[in-house]
């Protein structure tokens, strides 16, 4: 029978260098009492600790901070340059990149111009929207946002097709990816990504079992349970837009990656075309949703046939929550994409009152209450916890 192996000196160096440093990520500069007091370390014991810190390149001096009359003490922060990590989310019409520091700090954005036949490979591509960022450093690492979802067991992106995704669909994708953009890689699903920012940052923080459910052009979903992202067997979880949904043709009519499912029922063009036969107007789902739920707030023939409009939009996202939800059981449902957060709380209360009418689970509903790029928030909260768990592990030593 064997007893707990006793932690050996270069371990529980390491187990306070990380404490210290997420100290220092959490709080901002501290002094060296405030880090022993925060990590529970003895005077000694924390000089050493910072001392090791500083030589490892992984903090540095902030200036002096006065005390009571006649003492002071030198305060330490992170340094920015231990290292930098990139994002990138790509759609068919542009990459938007963005690049931060160790702490999280952006240093830099760009936004690379794409057609759906763009010039250049694409490796090409997200260089050039890496090096529009213009990154001080090497990067630690690249985390990239698409539609599709890699499949561990093939290593290639799946459920897109070439016209959606021109050169991804390729044999060895991430190793390719990572060789020509100098820099450890991960492909992502764009809509995990998302998640993966409204659970860090969002309504869905502290929920350990939620799904987002993106409408938008396409239909897309992210699965959190034990609050982890669920992925599935071949990386397609949550790929909602495919799921037979009553109304709507199936893959057996319409083809494999055709419009078919969920999407073809709730997709942009479908909410754009059902809005339009209530006599809704607008060149686009967007506004044609803006414009109906502005309509909505009036009275008289048109406001009544807008609101049947936007409950029909509503029925519609339900129906395939509905399966969903008897499935999954989640605490919460978050909803995002250019549908509802153009509808808003009035759509959001609708999709609400139909998911309640369908199922006996009653979930919460909720808007997202993300600002900004929600997928480049995301991709860089992954590569910034990976990096971070590279670097801040870079100081152990042997006993």
Same mark, same amino acid.
């Given at each position: 029978?064997?007893?707990?192996?006793?932690?050996?000196?270069?371990? &529980?160096?390491?187990?306070?260098?990380?404490?210290?440093?997420?100290?220092?990520?959490?709080?901002?500069?501290?002094?060296?009492?405030?880090?022993?007091?925060?990590?529970?370390?003895?005077?000694?014991?924390?000089?050493?600790?910072?001392?090791?810190?500083?030589?490892?390149?992984?903090?540095?001096?902030?200036?002096? @901070?006065?005390?009571?009359?006649?003492?002071?003490?030198?305060?330490?922060?992170?340094?920015?340059?231990?290292?930098?990590?990139?994002?990138?989310?790509?759609?068919?019409?542009?990459?938007?990149?963005?690049?931060?520091?160790?702490?999280?700090?952006?240093?830099?954005?760009?936004?690379?111009?794409?057609?759906?036949?763009?010039?250049?490979?694409?490796?090409?591509?997200?260089?050039?929207? +890496?090096?529009?960022?213009?990154?001080?450093? @090497?990067?630690? @690492?690249?985390?990239?946002?698409?539609?599709?979802?890699?499949?561990?067991?093939?290593?290639?992106?799946?459920?897109?097709?070439?016209?959606?995704?021109?050169?991804?669909?390729?044999?060895?994708?991430?190793?390719?990816?990572?060789?020509?953009?100098?820099?450890?890689?991960?492909?992502?699903?764009?809509?995990? &990504?998302?998640?993966?920012?409204?659970?860090?940052?969002?309504?869905?923080?502290?929920?350990?079992?939620?799904?987002?459910?993106?409408?938008?052009?396409?239909?897309?979903?992210?699965?959190?349970?034990?609050?982890?992202?669920?992925?599935?067997?071949?990386?397609?979880?949550?790929?909602?837009?495919?799921?037979?949904?009553?109304?709507?043709?199936?893959?057996?009519?319409?083809?494999?990656?055709?419009?078919?499912?969920?999407?073809? &029922?709730?997709?942009?063009?479908?909410?754009?075309?059902?809005?339009?036969?209530?006599?809704?107007?607008?060149?686009?789902?967007?506004?044609?949703?803006?414009?109906?739920?502005?309509?909505?707030?009036?009275?008289?023939? @048109?406001?009544?046939?807008?609101?049947?409009?936007?409950?029909?939009?509503?029925?519609?996202?339900?129906?395939?929550?509905?399966?969903?939800?008897?499935?999954?059981?989640?605490?919460?449902?978050?909803?995002?994409?250019?549908?509802?957060?153009?509808?808003?709380?009035?759509?959001?209360?609708?999709?609400?009152?139909?998911?309640?009418?369908?199922?006996?689970?009653?979930?919460?509903?909720? +808007?997202?209450?993300?600002?900004?790029?929600?997928?480049?928030?995301?991709? &860089?909260?992954?590569?910034?916890?990976?990096?971070?768990?590279?670097?801040?592990?870079?100081?152990?030593?042997?006993?």
């Amino acid at each position: 029978m064997s007893g707990p192996v006793p932690g050996t000196p270069s371990l &529980l160096r390491a187990i306070n260098d990380r404490a210290a440093l997420q100290a220092l990520l959490e709080r901002g500069p501290l002094t060296r009492p405030e880090i022993g007091t925060l990590t529970g370390l003895s005077k000694p014991t924390a000089s050493q600790l910072l001392s090791r810190l500083q030589d490892a390149g992984l903090v540095v001096l902030d200036g002096i @901070r006065e005390g009571l009359p006649g003492r002071t003490a030198e305060v330490y922060r992170i340094n920015p340059a231990a290292a930098y990590v990139g994002a990138l989310d790509v759609t068919p019409d542009r990459i938007q990149a963005r690049v931060a520091d160790i702490t999280g700090a952006v240093v830099g954005e760009y936004t690379l111009a794409t057609t759906r036949r763009p010039a250049g490979t694409l490796v090409e591509r997200l260089r050039a929207a +890496l090096d529009g960022a213009n990154a001080p450093g @090497r990067l630690r @690492r690249v985390v990239i946002g698409v539609q599709g979802a890699m499949d561990p067991t093939t290593g290639r992106l799946g459920f897109a097709t070439a016209k959606d995704v021109p050169g991804w669909l390729i044999p060895d994708l991430v190793p390719t990816l990572a060789e020509g953009l100098d820099a450890p890689v991960d492909v992502e699903n764009n809509v995990n &990504l998302v998640a993966l920012a409204e659970q860090a940052h969002g309504v869905a923080r502290g929920h350990g079992d939620f799904v987002l459910l993106w409408a938008d052009e396409g239909i897309g979903m992210a699965i959190v349970l034990g609050g982890r992202m669920h992925r599935g067997a071949t990386g397609g979880a949550g790929e909602v837009g495919y799921m037979p949904t009553p109304g709507a043709p199936t893959a057996r009519e319409a083809g494999r990656y055709a419009n078919h499912g969920y999407q073809a &029922l709730s997709g942009g063009p479908a909410v754009h075309t059902l809005l339009q036969s209530y006599g809704v107007r607008g060149s686009d789902f967007r506004q044609a949703i803006a414009n109906a739920t502005r309509a909505a707030q009036g009275s008289g023939q @048109r406001a009544d046939d807008a609101r049947a409009g936007l409950r029909d939009v509503a029925a519609r996202l339900a129906v395939g929550l509905a399966s969903i939800t008897s499935v999954i059981d989640p605490a919460l449902i978050v909803l995002t994409g250019g549908t509802v957060l153009t509808g808003g709380e009035t759509l959001r209360e609708l999709v609400e009152h139909e998911l309640h009418a369908l199922t006996t689970l009653r979930p919460q509903v909720r +808007l997202s209450t993300m600002e900004g790029n929600p997928v480049l928030a995301g991709a &860089l909260d992954l590569a910034l916890d990976t990096a971070r768990d590279e670097v801040f592990s870079s100081t152990v030593s042997t006993p």
